[in-house]
C-alpha cells in the first residue's frame, strides 16, 4: 500500500537493532524451555505407572520436565543476560548522540 | 474464635506495608507541588503512575513477580494440585518464562519508546501509536470493567484467607483488607505499591520456601509422599491429573500461551517494563525475577500436592495452604507464613487498582474530558484520589457476595485483557504496517471469539479457550492492517526515529 520513495527521510533509533536481537533471543529461549517440558513430561510422563522410574523420590517425567527444567532455564537466563543482552541509555537521544552511541556499537564490535 | 497470634503477625505485616505507603506519599506530595511538577513533563501522574520510572532491579523483579503471581498461584493453583497432584504442579511450571520472557520482550525498546512519547500508561502507548479515540475508550473501558471483575476475585480470595486463619467474620475481613489496599495506593501511587510488592515479594518467597520444607518433612520425605500420592490414585503422580479426560495433553500444554508467553498483553505486568531506570536494573530485574518465580512457582504447587496426604478430606482445594499453615505451624510463625498468600493477593491487586485507576483518570479524564486539567497537578492528585477510593469501594460491593472457586473468575478477566492488549502491544513496537484498523480488528475477533467459545465451545481442538482466539486476533491483526493504510509518517517517526 505505501510508497517508500515518497516517505520523508529520518534516522532510525540506532538501539532498536540490538532489541530486535535481544527479542528473538528471549523468544527462542521461551520455545526451547516448552519444548524441552513437553518432551520429558509427555514423553515419560505418558508410560503406565508401573514402569515409571524415580530420581530422588520424584517421578523420572516430572524431575526432567519440572525440577531440571527450571534451574536449567533459570541458568539460561542468566547465559542470555550475561553474553547476548548489551547495556544501552533509554532517554530520548539527538541526532548527534545517535551517531555517537552507533560509533561506540562499532568500536565495540 | 479468634487466632490472636496469627492476628498480631499480620498485624506486624500492615504496619510495614502502611510504613511504606507513608513513605512512598513524601515522594508523591513533592510531584503534587505544581512548580516541582512543571518541571518534568509527565508531571504528577508520572509520579503516581511510573513512580519517575526510577525502578531498580530488585524492586522491578519482585514487584514483577508479586503481579503476576495472584491469589490464583497461591490460593487457587496449589488447591488445584491438592486435587489433581503432580500433573498441576507440571502445570505451573508453564508460568516459568514469565520470568525472563516478558522483561525481555517488551525489553528496551518498549522503555526507550515510553519515553519517547512519554507515555505513562499502557494506555498512552495505543492513543499515540493508533492515534484512535474509539480504540482508547475501549480499552480503557476494557481495563475498568475487566480489572474489577478480577479483583473481586482477589479480595475474596484475601478475605478468606483472612476468615480461615483468624476466625474473622468474612464482612470485617473484607473491610481491613479493602481500607489497607485502598489507604496504601491512594496515598503512596506506584511507588508504594512496587515497594509493598517488594516486600509482600521477600515474605511470600520466604513462607513458601519454609512451608515446602516442613511440609516436606511432615510428609516423611519425597519418596514416601510421592508413593502414598501413587497408592492413593495412581493418575495423581502423572501429567493427567486425578479426573481422567480433564487435564488433557493438549489443554495443559496451552497454559504455556495463556500463563506463559501472552502475560506480556496484561497491563498490569506490561506498565512495569516502562518504569524501570536503566538497562542494568533490567538485567537485574529479569534475573532475579526468572529464579524468584522458579522457587515460588515449584514449591507452592508441591506444598499444594503434598497436603493431599497431610490434611486429606478439607472442604475445599482452596483452602490446603491456610489448612496446611495453621495445622505445621506455631501461632505466630503461620501468621507469617500466612501473611504470604495475602501478599500475593495485595501485591497483585494494588497494581491493577492504580491500572484502574490510571484509565479512568490518565487515559479518559485527562485525554477526552478535561484535557485543561493535566497541566494542574493539583487537581490531578486531587482527582487521582478519588477515583482511587471510588474504584475500590466498587471493589469491595463486588466482594461483598462470594462465588466459589475463584481461579476460573481469575482466567476468565485475565483471557478478557489479554485478549485485547497483547497484539496491539506486540505488533505496534516491532511492526512498522500495524494501524489502528489492524488493532480494532484483533480486538474484536479476540474478544468476541474468545466469549462465544467459552459458551459454545470451550476447548477449541483441545486447547484452553484462549489460545485459539489469541491466534484469530493475530490473524486478523496482520490481514486488516495489509489491506487499510499504512500508519501517518508522524506516528512512525515519533516511535522509530531519533
Redesign the interface.
Known amino acids: 500500500?505505501?510508497n517508500n520513495n515518497e516517505?520523508?527521510e529520518?534516522?532510525?533509533?540506532?538501539?532498536?537493532k540490538?532489541?530486535?536481537r535481544?527479542?528473538k533471543?528471549?523468544?527462542i529461549?521461551?520455545i526451547v524451555?516448552?519444548v524441552w517440558?513437553?518432551g520429558w513430561?509427555?514423553g515419560l510422563?505418558?508410560q503406565p505407572?508401573e514402569e515409571?522410574t524415580?530420581i530422588?523420590?520424584?517421578?523420572t517425567?516430572?524431575f526432567m520436565?519440572?525440577?531440571v527444567?527450571?534451574?536449567l532455564?533459570?541458568v539460561a537466563?542468566?547465559f542470555?543476560?550475561d553474553k547476548l543482552?548489551?547495556?544501552?541509555?533509554?532517554?530520548?537521544?539527538?541526532?548527534e548522540?545517535?551517531k555517537k552511541y552507533l560509533e561506540e556499537v562499532e568500536n565495540n564490535a | 474464635m479468634l487466632n490472636t497470634s496469627v492476628l498480631v503477625a499480620l498485624i506486624i505485616y500492615f504496619i510495614g506495608v502502611f510504613v511504606v505507603g507513608f513513605y512512598a506519599m513524601k515522594f508523591v506530595s513533592k510531584a503534587r507541588k505544581t512548580e516541582e511538577a512543571a518541571k518534568s513533563e509527565e508531571g504528577f501522574l508520572g509520579e503516581f503512575l511510573t513512580s519517575g520510572r526510577d525502578l531498580g532491579g530488585f524492586v522491578l523483579a519482585m514487584t514483577m513477580v508479586a503481579t503476576y503471581l495472584s491469589a490464583g498461584s497461591f490460593i487457587g493453583g496449589p488447591g488445584a494440585a491438592y486435587t489433581f497432584g503432580?500433573g498441576w504442579?507440571?502445570l505451573a511450571?508453564?508460568q516459568?518464562?514469565t520470568?525472563?520472557?516478558t522483561l525481555?520482550?517488551l525489553?528496551?525498546?518498549f522503555?526507550?519508546v515510553a519515553?519517547?512519547i512519554k507515555a505513562v500508561t499502557i494506555n498512552d502507548f495505543i492513543r499515540r501509536r493508533y492515534e484512535s479515540k474509539p480504540l482508547v475508550i475501549i480499552t480503557s473501558i476494557s481495563i475498568i470493567v475487566f480489572f474489577i471483575a478480577a479483583m473481586g476475585a482477589q479480595w475474596i480470595g484475601a478475605a478468606r484467607l483472612l476468615q480461615g486463619s483468624i476466625g474473622l467474620p468474612y464482612e470485617t475481613a473484607l473491610a481491613i483488607f479493602a481500607i489497607t489496599v485502598i489507604i496504601y495506593t491512594t496515598i503512596g501511587g506506584f511507588r508504594a505499591v512496587t515497594l509493598t510488592d517488594t516486600l509482600q515479594g521477600v515474605i511470600m518467597t520466604l513462607g513458601t520456601i519454609l512451608l515446602f520444607f516442613v511440609g516436606l518433612k511432615a510428609g516423611g520425605?519425597?519418596?514416601?509422599?510421592?508413593q502414598d500420592m501413587?497408592a492413593m490414585d495412581?493418575?495423581m503422580?502423572?501429567?493427567?491429573g486425578g479426573d481422567p479426560g480433564f487435564m488433557t495433553?493438549a489443554w495443559v500444554?496451552s497454559f504455556?500461551i495463556l500463563v506463559?508467553?501472552a502475560i506480556v498483553g496484561l497491563p498490569s505486568v506490561a506498565v512495569r517494563a516502562m518504569s524501570y531506570k536503566?538497562?542494568?536494573s533490567l538485567?537485574r530485574g529479569?534475573?532475579y525475577g526468572?529464579?524468584v518465580s522458579?522457587i515460588l512457582?515449584?514449591l507452592m504447587h508441591g506444598v499444594g500436592a503434598f497436603g493431599s496426604l497431610i490434611v486429606p478430606d478439607i472442604a475445599s482445594g482452596d483452602l490446603v495452604i491456610p489448612t496446611l499453615t495453621v495445622e505445621l505451624f506455631p501461632g505466630w510463625v503461620a501468621g507469617l507464613i500466612l501473611a504470604g498468600p495475602l501478599a500475593a493477593v495485595m501485591s497483585t491487586v494494588d497494581s491493577q487498582l492504580l491500572i484502574v485507576v490510571g484509565a479512568i483518570v490518565n487515559d479518559l479524564y485527562a485525554n477526552y474530558i478535561n484535557p485543561e486539567a493535566k497541566k494542574d497537578s493539583k487537581k490531578m492528585s486531587r482527582v487521582s484520589f478519588l477515583a482511587t477510593i471510588a474504584v475500590g469501594v466498587v471493589i469491595f460491593i463486588v466482594a461483598y457476595n462470594p462465588p466459589d472457586l475463584m481461579v476460573w473468575l481469575n482466567l476468565y478477566a485475565n483471557a478478557g485483557l489479554i485478549s485485547t492488549f497483547l497484539w496491539p502491544i506486540i505488533l505496534g513496537l516491532?511492526w512498522k504496517?500495524a494501524n489502528k484498523e489492524g488493532a480494532f480488528a484483533s480486538m474484536i475477533v479476540g474478544i468476541g471469539t474468545y466469549v462465544a467459545f467459552s459458551y459454545v465451545w470451550p476447548r477449541p481442538l483441545g486447547m484452553h479457550t484462549i489460545a485459539l482466539p489469541l491466534f484469530l486476533a493475530l490473524v486478523a491483526f496482520v490481514v486488516v492492517s495489509?489491506?487499510?493504510?499504512?500508519p501517518s509518517?508522524e506516528i512512525?517517526?515519533a516511535f522509530?526515529?531519533?
Not at chain 1, 10 to 16: A, K
Not at chain 2, 221 to 226: A, K, M, R, S, Y
Not at chain 2, 237 to 240: A, E, N, Q, R, Y
Open positions: 500500500m505505501s516517505k520523508k529520518f534516522i532510525e533509533d540506532p538501539r532498536y540490538q532489541c530486535n535481544e527479542v533471543y528471549a523468544a529461549l521461551g524451555n516448552m517440558w513437553f513430561g509427555y510422563g505418558s505407572v515409571y524415580y530422588m523420590g520424584l517421578p517425567w516430572f520436565s519440572s525440577v527444567g527450571a534451574v532455564f533459570t537466563t542468566f542470555m543476560i543482552f548489551k547495556h544501552m541509555p533509554l532517554d530520548d537521544m539527538t541526532e548522540e545517535a | 503432580l504442579v507440571f511450571m508453564t516459568m518464562p520470568g525472563y520472557f525481555s520482550v525489553g528496551k525498546k522503555a526507550i519515553r519517547k520425605g519425597l519418596t514416601n509422599i510421592i501413587k495412581p493418575r503422580i502423572t501429567p493427567f495433553m500444554a504455556w506463559g508467553f536503566d538497562t542494568k538485567h529479569i534475573k526468572t529464579i522458579m512457582l515449584i516491532y504496517k495489509n489491506v487499510t493504510k499504512d509518517d512512525i517517526e522509530w526515529g531519533v
